[in-house]
């Protein structure tokens, strides 16, 4: 083979192997980029799910004084884990035996309330 046709056919050969380095480091940083960018989505997702508190039902007795209704209570110590005040009423009524939503003075009830524990 001639010297011209030699050096051409290593040209040739020098860009074919340029052009398959190029896409190399291209497709390299691309799975890397977005390799680093979705294991930090991951981990902050993983952070996220061990910061979200659990509720926890407690009970609490408290005493009623001169006034006091079933009503004012529950406006008191229910949150949005019930439907309506009605239910907590209901609740309430329950838990500790009454027949009727009348209370007294002096009279202790026990509540239910909800409280928020990080883990």
């Known amino acids: 083979m001639s010297t011209h046709r030699l050096?051409?056919?290593?040209k040739r050969r020098r860009q074919v192997f340029l052009q398959k380095?190029?896409?190399?480091?291209?497709?390299?940083?691309?799975?890397?980029?977005?390799?680093?960018?979705?294991?930090?989505?991951?981990?902050?997702a993983k952070d996220e799910k061990n910061k979200t508190p659990d509720r926890h039902?407690?009970?609490?007795?408290?005493?009623i004084k001169s006034g006091d209704t079933l009503w004012d209570i529950s406006r008191k110590y229910m949150d949005e884990s019930?439907?309506?005040?009605?239910?907590y009423i209901n609740e309430l009524i329950e838990i500790n035996g009454?027949?009727?939503?009348?209370?007294?003075?002096?009279q202790y009830l026990t509540v239910s309330y909800y409280s928020l524990d990080c883990q």
Do not use: P
Request: aromatic share 16%; net charge neutral.
């Open 7 to 10: 050096r051409k056919r290593a």
């Open 21 to 44: 380095m190029f896409l190399f480091f291209i497709t390299f940083i691309i799975i890397s980029s977005l390799s680093i960018s979705l294991g930090c989505d991951f981990a902050a």
């Open 57 to 63: 039902k407690y009970y609490k007795s408290i005493e």
């Open 82 to 87: 019930y439907a309506s005040i009605d239910d």
């Open 98 to 106: 009454l027949t009727s939503s009348e209370i007294q003075q002096g």
